[in-house]
């Protein structure tokens, strides 16, 4: 039909019947405008690079949660070591490689070196219950060295505590005062306690206080050489306080 102005009603546009979005193109064929396909492709890569986004933060902070649960472990086990070693260090002087004497523990601001009773015999070598073991800050690195034998033997391999250590500080208390050097008081061979101060390269400081010598044991069975037949061994004087 037409409505006077040579126009026929009732036949819908192309556009209405295509829909939006879509055209038909000069050879009869529908699809996506250029701009429309640029769009798409503009989310597209948006939401992959936020894809790639929440993964990298996902593994970077895996990585951070593995460092410190590494750290809290290293924490850990050089507490447990350092607490057995110093609970049961005892007053018996060893010799070294030299054959000199020296005092049964030698301490300063940054190292130790002591005796401590308890080493498991596990496979029933031919060697005491009583190891020499010392510690140290090596580069970055907190070792413990221990020797095979108390007197004249070379120390063995030394064993890494804790790395990414930037600092270790070691305090001495005896008779109520702070020490930073220990080498035995007359008649007095350990100190009471031992304060470990370690500071990291990420900045976290562990601090703790050991008792020493609470496993004390009886001195004639730690002295250097045999007793003479018939004598009657001295007793170490116990610090007061």
């Given at each position: 039909m037409s409505d006077g102005k040579g126009k026929r009603r009732g036949a819908p546009s192309t556009a209405r019947q295509l829909g939006p979005g879509l055209r038909r193109g000069t050879d009869g064929q529908d699809g996506f405008t250029l701009v429309e396909v640029m769009v798409a492709l503009?989310?597209?890569?948006?939401?992959?690079?936020?894809?790639?986004?929440?993964?990298?933060?996902?593994?970077?902070a895996q990585a951070v949660t593995g460092q410190k649960l590494d750290a809290m472990a290293a924490v850990s086990r050089t507490t447990a070591i350092l607490s057995a070693d110093l609970a049961q260090a005892v007053n018996r002087p060893t010799r070294d490689e030299g054959g000199v004497q020296t005092p049964a523990m030698v301490a300063g601001p940054d190292a130790m070196r002591l005796v401590r009773a308890g080493w498991s015999n596990l496979d029933n070598?031919?060697?005491?219950?009583?190891?020499?073991?010392?510690?140290?800050?090596?580069?970055?690195?907190?070792?413990?060295?221990?020797?095979?034998?108390?007197?004249g033997a070379a120390p063995m391999e030394p064993a890494v505590l804790m790395d990414h250590v930037r600092e270790l500080h070691l305090r001495y208390r005896f008779n109520g005062?702070?020490?930073?050097?220990?080498?035995?008081?007359?008649?007095?061979?350990?100190?009471?306690?031992?304060?470990?101060?370690?500071?990291r390269d990420d900045g976290m400081i562990f601090r703790q206080l050991f008792l020493v010598g609470?496993?004390?044991i009886d001195d004639s069975i730690m002295a250097p050489s045999s007793p003479t037949p018939g004598a009657t061994p001295t007793p170490s004087p116990t610090p007061n306080g």
């Open positions: 503009l989310i597209f890569a948006m939401l992959a690079a936020a894809a790639v986004a929440i993964l990298s933060m996902s593994v970077r070598a031919q060697r005491p219950s009583l190891q020499k073991v010392a510690y140290r800050l090596n580069g970055d690195a907190l070792e413990r060295v221990a020797w095979p034998l108390l007197d005062a702070w020490l930073d050097q220990w080498q035995g008081q007359p008649g007095v061979a350990l100190p009471q306690a031992a304060e470990v101060t370690i500071v609470t496993g004390y």
